[in-house]
């Protein structure tokens, strides 16, 4: 079974300051990869996702991500982050053989944002 | 607006009580979950379905039931309501193709007394 482990529960970055979040997936072969974004009291957004071809997705908001099979990694990042970046992030897997099985998300990094 | 609409959005129950929550979507998406969403664990299934009639269980299934009867809406019904359930519930719907990533509800903050 698929899983995602998201290593950091907490990041705090200097507005301007570049960001990168990391994820790390569990998948016999290359799964469907995603980030969303989930502002305070909201539900969850689909930032981007990746399925196959260009390893370098772009996403809504001036996001990216890498897809890196040697390191079963898809790290998120921006360039230069806003003050309405702050939220939590949530990278999640899905498997490419079925389109009945469930996403697995990882437990989330949330990101603050400071002056 | 089409989209995933989850009422109530806050409701305090007692232990003991029951209630459903409300997930409807009008995208004509075929699959719906529940997932509910706890400080430090991230979002945990309760329970999918991938089409109306056709419901299964997610991670942490016990005290919840769900049931399809059309495409458009998936409620979650609280049995015998716990502290233990106290949380921030999300719907989410996706089209039944590999790779489609879900649409999600605004949530329902659930606390239970």
């Known amino acids: 079974a698929q899983s995602v482990t998201q290593p950091d529960i907490h990041i705090t970055v200097s507005e301007g300051a570049s960001l990168e979040l990391r994820c790390n997936y569990s998948?016999?072969?290359?799964?469907?990869l995603f980030w969303y974004v989930q502002s305070p009291g909201q539900g969850l957004q689909l930032l981007l996702k990746y399925f196959s071809g260009d390893t370098l997705v772009q996403g809504i908001k001036g996001f990216e991500a890498e897809f890196k099979r040697s390191q079963s990694s898809f790290n998120l990042r921006k360039p230069s982050v806003h003050w309405s970046d702050a939220a939590e992030y949530f990278c999640?897997?899905?498997?490419?053989?079925?389109?009945?099985?469930?996403?697995?998300f990882g437990k989330g990094t949330r990101l603050s944002v400071i002056a | 607006n089409a989209g995933v609409t989850q009422t109530p959005k806050f409701q305090v129950l007692k232990t003991g009580q029951s209630m459903t929550l409300q997930c409807a979507q009008d995208m004509n998406h075929e699959y719906m979950s529940w997932y509910r969403q706890d400080p430090g664990m991230g979002l945990r299934l309760i329970h999918y379905?991938?089409?109306?009639?056709?419901?299964d269980q997610g991670e942490v299934p016990n005290g919840y039931n769900v049931s399809r009867s059309t495409t458009e809406d998936f409620p979650l019904r609280l049995l015998s309501a716990a502290p233990s359930q106290t949380s921030v519930y999300f719907c989410?719907?996706?089209?039944?193709?590999?790779?489609?990533?879900?649409?999600f509800g605004s949530g329902t903050r659930l606390t239970v007394v």
């Open positions: 999640a897997v899905g498997d490419p053989t079925s389109g009945n099985t469930p996403l697995v």
């Open positions: 998948y016999g072969a290359t799964p469907y």
């Open positions: 379905s991938v089409g109306a009639g056709i419901t």
């Open positions: 989410a719907s996706r089209r039944a193709i590999s790779g489609e990533g879900y649409t």
